[in-house]
Structure formats: C-alpha cells, structure tokens
C-alpha cells in the first residue's frame, strides 16, 4: 500500500506543469468544499429550528396526554398516576370551542382550556408579556396574537360564551364577562391566536354540557422515560388514548423530517457534480502519465495495483476538498453557536440569531456520502488506466 500511495502522490493533479489536469483537480476540491459545507450548514439550520419548534411544542402541551371519548372518570385515573415517579406534573383539563367577544364588537372563535389556573405558570413553559400578575377568580390567559387581534391588553374586560352549551331555561348559552389576565406568547403553530386558558371555576359555569374532564396533559421529569411511560399508560388503560407530543403532531414532525430529506438530496447533487469533475481529473492524469503507467505495468506492477494507484489519488483529491468543507462548517456553526454573527428579523422568527445545532450522525452522513460519490467516481476512472496494452502506453506520444 504504500508503494501506491507514494505513486499516487506523485502523480497527484498530475505533477507539476499539468495545465487541464491541475484545473480541474482544484475544480473537483472546490466542488467538494461547497458540497460538503452546504450540506453540513444546512442541516445544522434545518436541526436547529426543529429543536426550538419541539421545545415549543412540548413546552405548551406537556410530554404525553391522555384522553377519552366515552366519558371516562379522568379524576380517579389522575390520582393513579399522579403518584408515579416518572411524573413531574400531571394537568386535568376540559376543551370547548366557543366565542370571545372584544368591547368593540370585535369578536374570534377560539379554544377554551380549563385548568387549575394555579398551575399554568408551572405546567406551561411559554412566556408572559408585561410580568402579569396571578390570575384573578374571573380572570383569563389569552395568546398575543389574539391579544392584537381584538386590540386587548392586560386588564380588559371581555365576554365569552359556548354556543355548544346552553341554559336549560331559556335555551340560550351563558354570557360571562371575564378579566385578561395574563398574556401568553408561545411562538409556535397557531397557538397564540388560537387557545385561551380559563379557570375551573369558569369552565364549570360555559361548559354546561360536560360533566367529566377531556384529559390529562403530563410533564415527565426525564424525557427519556416517555416511550416506557407511554407503553406502561397504554397496557393499564386500554379504553384510553395515549398520545405523545409526537402523536399529536405526527404530520408536523413529518414534514420537517421529509424537508430533511429533500435538502439533503438536492445539496448531495453538487457532490454529484463534483464528482463527474473528479472522474474527467483522474481520466486527464491517466493520459498525461499513461507511460509511466505502461513503465511500472512492464517492471512488474500488476493490473490490480494500477487501479489501486488511482484509487488512492481520487480518494487524496475528494478526501481534501470533503475534509476542509466538513471543518469549516464545523467551525462556522461552533462561532455561530457562541458569538451568534448570523442574525435573523426577530419579528418573524421570536429570536435574534440563527439556531444551528449540529448531531453528530448528520457528519457521519455527510462523510458516507462524500466517500461513497468519491470512491465511485475514482473507480470507474480507474479502470481507463488498464484498457490500453502495455506496448501501446510506452510508445504512447502526448
């Protein structure tokens, strides 16, 4: 091997003088410099908005609901499993779509969540706007979207109403004037133009038609523990639906992951391009050596060791271009990371600077990648080398 690694060197872009050869052997790096960076930054981006949408997602919705459509006594199941050492925090809620109506007429057809409003600070890892203060008997926690929409602040009266409930007297659903309280900004999905959080208290008043709680939302205290709890939740209570956040956004997650997909496939084509420039790079060396090719062929050098000869000189030429691409993008995602020179509208996105977050599979994806286009490319230029007999390569004239 190393007898063909020492050859390879020498014949590297073609020695010296190698105009066409040399070109485009740095064509062929460069290539792989830009393939390899692009695809390796770009998934960074692409990891780096998935975690902050999942944390988001996670953080309004807890790690795993449970909930029933036959009207299941929820209470008692939570306090079975409020006990268990996995859980951090269990929630019971109710769900109601229903009608918020703004002093100005202004009105918005949201979703009405009633908890035990003492633990949404504590259950819900969403941000406040203006440092609110607990929320009041009558009070409620609407999102900022929908806190603009109806040109609220914190402090203003409304009315809400459930037009699925309704009085048994008169046949008309419950107007109850509430307080905004608390103003929520989630950043993710719809969820800030979308939920409104109420109180027991209130929900028990709208909700005249239901008499049992929708489900429960539960926190784990290590993430890690979700599929064993959610297999342990499924096996005791069959009659219920066990979801976790992934089940209930499974086309959401899908998507980001088949976005993955396409970006990865389309950014692989500039590698691809890179490596057809490899293959025309190796095949111009070949003929500007082909009778120091006939020369060590007649001392002795077998077919095999020929093609291994090129082999290796492919693999030096994509190795380099790979291997600086993958550093770069290494080292662009680590200042990134840490100085945040990358800065995106804080309007649109809710944050400052662009998120990359680099795992360690995608850099062993990209290095498979790379090594496979490039161990192709050098083998079908290598088997150019052994076409032409051995007499004809030494009187081969350039």
């Known amino acids: 091997m190393k007898f063909q690694l020492l050859i390879a060197r020498k014949f590297m872009l073609g020695g010296s003088g190698s105009g066409p050869s040399r070109l485009n052997g740095w064509l062929s790096i460069i290539g792989m410099i830009i393939g390899t960076f692009a695809i390796l930054i770009s998934l960074s981006v692409m990891n780096g908005f998935e975690e902050r949408v999942i944390k988001k997602l996670i953080g309004f919705e807890g790690d795993i609901r449970i ?9 008692q199941i939570y306090s079975q499993i409020a006990s268990n050492p996995l859980i951090d925090e269990a929630l019971l809620y109710k769900e109601r779509i229903g009608l918020i109506l703004a002093k100005d007429d202004s009105k918005r057809i949201v979703t009405f969540k009633s908890i035990n409003m003492e633990n949404l600070s504590s259950f819900y890892n969403i941000d406040f706007i203006n440092n609110a203060t ?13 806190a603009q929409r109806l040109n609220i602040d914190i402090g203003d009266q409304l009315t809400i109403m459930s037009p699925i409930d309704q009085s048994n007297s008169i046949g008309l659903p419950i107007l109850v004037d509430v307080t905004v309280s608390k103003i929520f900004n989630s950043e993710v999905l719809d969820f800030d133009d979308r939920v409104v959080f109420i109180s027991k208290e209130i929900g028990n008043r709208i909700f005249l038609r239901k008499k049992h709680y929708d489900g429960i939302d539960i926190r784990l205290k290590n993430r ?8 342990k939740l499924q096996n005791d209570y069959k009659n219920l639906s066990i979801k976790s956040w992934e089940d209930l956004h499974e086309a959401l997650i899908t998507a980001m992951r088949l976005e993955r997909l396409g970006a990865l496939a389309v950014l ?7 490596s057809f420039n490899l293959i025309s790079t190796l095949v111009l060396v070949i003929i500007q050596k082909i009778r ?56 649109i996105y809710f944050i400052s600077q662009l998120p990359m977050t680099i795992k360690p599979n995608d850099v062993m994806i990209v290095v498979l990648i790379s090594l496979i286009f490039i161990t192709v490319s050098s083998l079908i230029a290598s088997r150019q080398a052994i076409i032409i007999g051995i007499r004809d390569s030494l009187q081969w004239e350039k």
């Open 67 to 75: 909930a029933s459509n036959f009207n299941a006594n929820l209470e």
């Open 134 to 146: 607990d929320v009041s008997e009558d009070g409620i926690a609407v999102g900022y979207l929908l």
């Open 224 to 231: 890690n523990d979700l599929s064993r709890l959610k297999l």
């Open 268 to 274: 692989c084509l500039i590698i691809l391009v890179s």
């Open 292 to 347: 120091q090719i006939g020369i060590l062929r007649a001392i002795g050098s077998s077919n095999k060791d020929i093609r291994k000869i090129i082999l290796i000189q492919g693999i030096l030429i994509g190795g380099v271009g790979a291997s600086i691409g993958i550093i770069a993008s290494l080292l662009l995602i680590t200042i990134q990371n840490i100085y945040g020179i990358i800065p995106i509208p804080s309007d």
